[in-house]
């Protein structure tokens, strides 16, 4: 599938995606690599080159590469610990029992302190990074459809990663653009998706919404589980886009036949916040989905009648005030059965 960010075929479907784990990130037999105390700068050695068989390296000694790169560029002083390089963000992130051997264009690197020489550098030299984000002040997304959204900075390469959530019905494949959409680090147990198919077992729903989709990880858990209606919505575009094209990534484990985009990625940055629901995206087929660009207060407006429930998942549910009242003016004009993950 294309890719808005880098123009390439970086996104590829579920089925094709999820046959290459968990050999993806395992050594081979050839394979070597060293541990680095991430509490100290990485040691005065020469860089370890990846595996002549198989083209992986020990994430440590790339961290190491990464590391050399910043300091020379003047990031770093050389001095810092290995971890002060920054977070690695895997391609495709997925719950893992051991470090990973790292194939080329598989590591994001989130780091708050890199420069756009280094990153530039690391695209280019190191052969596992496929992109270079540096990490803002906030979390990005946006608070309120009030306020100014906050974004990580894409320096180089593409920042497209795709995460791997285990549901009881089967995984799904969630991509996302991570300077513009919150890191998430899959487990064996997410308490969310557990907290949806609790509330699933307990209600039995035929339509469901997902109010503050993200990148539709709740609305595609949903699906999987066989609920016949499913609708997605958030008012920031990088989480409507991305729910709607993580539809397209899903679609065979989904049963669905096709779906239709209604909004483009350019059209939706364009309007990166909307208030007035705007559809974006429809599936059809053994389950029927829907995707939503709005605020959630005026969604009711376009929900058909008979919501059986609806998973609220603010961008600062620690507001218990805010919450309180977005949850009962929901169940006036909706109704139906509420839970917040």
């Known amino acids: ?11 590829t479907g579920a089925r094709e995606l999820l046959l290459t784990l968990p050999e993806r990130f395992a050594p081979c037999p050839d394979c070597t690599g060293l541990v680095y105390d991430k509490r100290s700068p990485p040691p005065d050695i020469d860089a370890a080159e990846p595996c002549p068989s198989c083209g992986k390296r020990f994430i440590d000694e790339v961290f190491a590469d990464i590391y050399r790169a910043m300091a020379a560029e003047g990031d770093l002083s050389g001095t810092e610990p290995l971890a002060a390089a920054g977070t690695p963000l895997v391609h495709p992130g997925f719950a893992m029992r051991r470090p990973p051997y790292l194939p080329p264009r598989s590591l994001v690197l989130l780091s708050r302190s890199i420069g756009e020489q280094a990153a530039a550098r690391l695209v280019a030299t190191v052969p596992e990074v496929r992109g270079v984000i540096r990490a803002g002040t906030g979390t990005p997304g946006i608070r309120d459809t009030d306020t100014e959204p906050e974004t990580n900075t894409l320096l180089a390469g593409c920042d497209v990663r795709a995460d791997v959530f285990s549901t009881r019905a089967g995984p799904v494949v969630i991509y996302k653009q991570q300077s513009a ?36 990880t709740l609305a595609l858990a949903a699906a999987r589980a066989g609920i016949p209606r499913v609708i997605a919505n958030d008012a920031w575009y990088a989480a409507a886009y991305w729910t709607a094209c993580n539809l397209q990534v899903n679609r065979e484990h989904l049963g669905i036949e096709g779906v239709t985009m209604h909004r483009s990625y350019d059209d939706l940055r364009r309007r990166e916040v909307a208030r007035e629901p705007l559809r974006v995206a429809t ?14 207060r005026l969604l009711s407006t376009v929900l058909p009648p008979g919501i059986d429930l609806t998973a609220i998942d603010l961008f600062e549910k620690a507001d218990a005030e805010k919450t309180d009242r977005i949850v009962r ?13």
């Open 1 to 11: 599938m294309h890719c808005p960010v880098c123009g390439h075929d970086c996104v």
């Open 329 to 341: 003016a929901w169940r006036a004009r909706v109704g139906g059965a509420i839970f917040i993950p």
């Open 283 to 296: 599936a059809a087929g053994a389950r029927e989905v829907e995707v939503y660009q709005g605020d959630l």
């Open 181 to 216: 959409l919150h890191v998430e680090f899959p487990r064996d147990r997410d308490e969310k998706i557990l907290s949806l198919e609790r509330e699933i077992g307990r209600h039995r729903p035929r339509t469901f919404v997902d109010a503050c989709s993200g990148a539709g």
